[in-house]
């Protein structure tokens, strides 16, 4: 009987049984992949050996070394650096769809603040002017999109104070 803890190692032709840390790693590795929480580069190269095995990893120890020899702190860097602002896009979006507002607008909002490291009540208001509301609406609308957009633009300023953006703070 083999178990799921046992591997095939091919150019062997040998099982081998995983010790406690890797069947831990295989299954964070797996949960990963399936919650698609992300975690960087090298987790998007384990999901790449995931799809083509149909759902299982199959890769040789063979590729997998020559995988990591062929990476570098560049290519690590590159890749971590289009995985970060392919996330930061997908959570506007949310917040965009979530408000009925475009992803553009929303975009173009938040890269004048953090330009300017100045948050502009003015340029709220023309944001969120084509929902057509009356003020009352409105007011509630701008609210509840600034207790969204409110923590978003706090880790975007990595520790830098926007000014005026505090009156939003919950």
């Given at each position: 009987?083999?178990?799921?803890?046992?591997?095939?190692?091919?150019?062997?032709?040998?099982?081998?049984?995983?010790?406690?840390?890797?069947?831990?790693?295989?299954?964070?590795?797996?949960?990963?992949?399936?919650g698609n929480c992300g975690n960087g580069y090298i987790m998007s190269l384990i999901a790449k050996f995931?799809?083509?095995?149909?759902?299982?990893?199959?890769?040789?120890?063979?590729?997998?070394?020559?995988?990591?020899?062929?990476?570098?702190?560049?290519?690590?860097?590159?890749?971590?650096?289009?995985?970060?602002?392919?996330?930061?896009?997908?959570?506007?979006?949310?917040?965009?769809?979530?408000?009925?507002?475009?992803?553009?607008?929303?975009?173009?909002?938040?890269?004048?603040?953090?330009?300017?490291?100045?948050?502009?009540?003015?340029?709220?208001?023309?944001?969120?002017a084509p929902l057509d509301l009356g003020w009352k609406d409105r007011t509630h609308a701008e609210l509840?999109?600034?207790?969204?957009?409110?923590?978003?633009?706090?880790?975007?300023?990595?520790?830098?104070?926007?000014?005026?953006?505090?009156?939003?703070?919950?």
């Amino acid at each position: 009987m083999i178990s799921r803890y046992m591997v095939l190692i091919a150019s062997e032709q040998k099982l081998m049984i995983m010790r406690p840390y890797q069947v831990y790693q295989v299954k964070q590795i797996v949960n990963c992949i399936h919650g698609n929480c992300g975690n960087g580069y090298i987790m998007s190269l384990i999901a790449k050996f995931a799809n083509q095995g149909g759902g299982k990893i199959k890769v040789s120890r063979d590729q997998l070394v020559a995988l990591i020899r062929g990476v570098t702190d560049h290519s690590i860097r590159d890749g971590y650096s289009r995985f970060k602002r392919e996330k930061q896009a997908q959570e506007l979006a949310a917040i965009a769809a979530e408000h009925s507002l475009t992803t553009a607008a929303l975009q173009a909002f938040v890269v004048g603040i953090l330009e300017r490291m100045i948050f502009d009540g003015e340029q709220l208001g023309d944001l969120m002017a084509p929902l057509d509301l009356g003020w009352k609406d409105r007011t509630h609308a701008e609210l509840a999109l600034m207790a969204d957009l409110h923590p978003l633009l706090t880790k975007r300023a990595q520790g830098r104070e926007i000014s005026g953006l505090s009156a939003y703070e919950q």
